[in-house]
């Protein structure tokens, strides 16, 4: 069965320092993708990166990038410079090809508090 | 920007009522979602509508919900009956595959309370 796992349930980092939010991945299907969002205490989930089974390269998105080691099943994700707002849940998602639909298998997240 | 967005924000109902959550996606988007999230708990797929019809349900997702687009905008959520354990965030969203590439953005979703 198609599994997300999260194994931190908070983290904390200082302002202007990264932080890596780990994330692994269970699945037997070959295609698949990876996601991260970002829900702040307001509750929206703010899409931050996406990384494809089949990508080369790590993907990169302003101060996100993706730590995609398809080996080891990871996807960690690491936030470079943190920010203040930055404070929130953060999950990790897999979507999974079937018959053109790509639901999202969610992990149960990691709340990421980052102190001044 | 384009963003999903989803009315009403919040709503309160009675059990047994039935209650209709709305969305508009994205306007270029093929695929739409919903899912939901019960407090503090992670956010858990119930309904993928592609072509206008469901592609695929959970097992969340009996006869007592549905979901329809009825125009070329709206995409709705109804519950005909609802019980206290269907209070939750719902969220809508919407995604396409292009290229390798996939997208799925998600409104700001409909926190529903059933008493």
């Known amino acids: 069965a198609q599994k997300i796992t999260q194994t931190q349930p908070g983290m904390f980092v200082q302002e202007k320092e990264a932080v890596t939010l780990d994330c692994t991945y269970d699945t037997s299907d070959p295609s698949y993708g990876l996601f991260w969002y970002k829900q702040p205490s307001s509750g929206e989930m703010i899409f931050l990166i996406y990384q494809g089974s089949y990508d080369q390269q790590n993907a990169t998105e302003g101060r996100y990038s993706l730590n995609f080691q398809k080996a080891r099943k990871s996807a960690n994700l690491v936030i470079s410079a943190s920010q203040l707002g930055d404070s929130a849940m953060y999950f990790c998602?897999?979507?999974?090809?079937?018959?053109?639909?790509?639901?999202?298998?969610f992990g149960k997240g990691t709340k990421l508090t980052v102190n001044p | 920007e384009p963003e999903v967005t989803q009315t009403p924000s919040h709503q309160v109902t009675q059990m047994g009522q039935e209650v209709i959550l709305r969305c508009v996606p994205i306007s270029n988007h093929l695929y739409f979602y919903w899912y939901r999230q019960i407090l503090g708990q992670k956010v858990e797929f119930l309904v993928s509508?592609?072509?206008?019809?469901?592609?695929?349900k959970s097992e969340i997702f009996d006869d007592q919900f549905s979901v329809e687009r009825p125009d070329g905008s709206n995409f709705t959520l109804k519950i005909r009956s609802t019980k206290l354990e269907d209070s939750a965030m719902y969220f809508c969203?919407?995604?396409?595959?292009?290229?390798?590439?996939?997208?799925?953005?998600f409104g700001p979703g409909t926190r529903l309370l059933v008493l």
């Open positions: 969203a919407s995604g396409f595959v292009a290229g390798g590439e996939e997208t799925q953005y």
């Open positions: 509508f592609y072509n206008n019809e469901i592609s695929e």
């Open positions: 998602a897999m979507s999974l090809t079937q018959g053109g639909s790509e639901k999202l298998v």
